[in-house]
């Protein structure tokens, strides 16, 4: 009898267990990840568009450059495609791409930095409540509700107006505004995993509560959570964007978006470029980070 030599062939699942060569689940899982996200060419496009923007503002000392803060008198208010300056210049003659690139150190950071400590104190207070419950978590969620009765833009200001102007003060603002939001998102995740079996199986098994907390709900819980926080991540570069707009962020003349629209609103009429290049840039920077939390989430929810 004759056999097919598709059926000599040995399984892929065999041949990597017989040789001993089966890769690790998670990156088979990364594997996974990366194909599904693929898929979706609007987060695709968000993740080019932010790391073009996040590798621009690293290697800002690398490229030929003028000084951001280098004014050239007789250029002010130059036109895009003047040579030497492609965006054209600001009100006091000063390089738009150079401030642009510049920047966009200082806005990327105004809206990873208070995000991240946002999504950490979110943790540390909507976790261990929500597990917990009782009195505990009414008194933590009734604090929030109070938070949460105020505008998020009234409140940045609020909080940027007692503070005082300058960039570490905008970072708390924008972090104190963003911290409901995160608790509210932990909370709701932890009350669904705390009734799963894994957890029932744990208290069966003897585990004290900070045992459940870190090593079963705290893993479940960190996907909802960081697709959360990249989705805020462009409403708050441009919430730091505002308050530099107003003058309770960074003090000019350190080169941010938000202080480049603000002294572009001067000039409007004669040069509406000044303000509307960098506005163009916040709003295509806060879509790109829209898009790829849209992507994450609809690959962790399984969408």
């Known amino acids: 009898m004759k056999i097919a030599k598709h059926e000599l062939a040995v399984a892929p699942e065999t041949r990597n267990v017989m040789g001993g060569r089966s890769r690790p689940r998670r990156w088979n899982r990364f594997r996974q990840f990366l194909r599904r996200y693929r898929s979706d060419r609007a987060a695709v496009l968000g993740a080019v568009i932010i790391a073009a923007v996040v590798i621009a503002s690293l290697l800002a000392p690398v490229f030929d450059l003028p000084a951001p803060d280098a004014a050239v008198d007789t250029l002010r208010m130059a036109p895009p495609g003047t040579p030497g300056f492609v965006l054209g210049a600001d009100e006091q003659g000063r390089n738009i791409l150079s401030r642009l690139v510049w920047g966009g150190r200082i806005s990327l950071l105004i809206g990873t930095v208070p995000t991240a400590m946002a999504s950490v104190l ?34 940045a200001v609020a909080v940027a107006g ?96 938000g202080t480049m629209v603000a002294s572009g609103k001067n000039v409007l009429q004669v040069a509406p470029h000044v303000a509307a290049i960098p506005g163009l840039v916040i709003m295509i920077v806060a879509v790109a980070f829209g898009y790829i939390g849209d992507g994450l989430r609809d690959v962790v929810m399984g969408r």
């Not at 409540?129 to 009734?142: I, K």
């Open 162 to 257: 007692i503070l005082g102007p300058g960039i570490i003060n905008q970072v708390i603002a924008i972090a104190v505004v963003l911290i409901p939001y995160t608790t509210r998102v932990v909370r709701n995740a932890v009350v669904i995993e705390r009734k799963r079996e894994y957890v029932e199986a744990a208290k069966a098994q003897g585990a004290n509560v900070r045992r459940i907390i870190a090593r079963h709900l705290l893993p479940n819980i960190l996907g909802p959570l960081i697709v959360y926080a990249t989705s805020m991540l462009g409403l708050m570069i441009v919430a730091g964007s505002g308050l530099s707009f107003l003058g309770l962020g960074v003090q000019p003349p350190t080169p941010d978006w």
């Open 122 to 155: 979110g943790l540390l207070i909507g976790l261990p409540s929500a597990y917990v419950g009782g009195m505990f978590e009414l008194v933590v969620m009734r604090i929030m509700d109070i938070l949460f009765a105020f505008p998020m833009v009234l409140l």
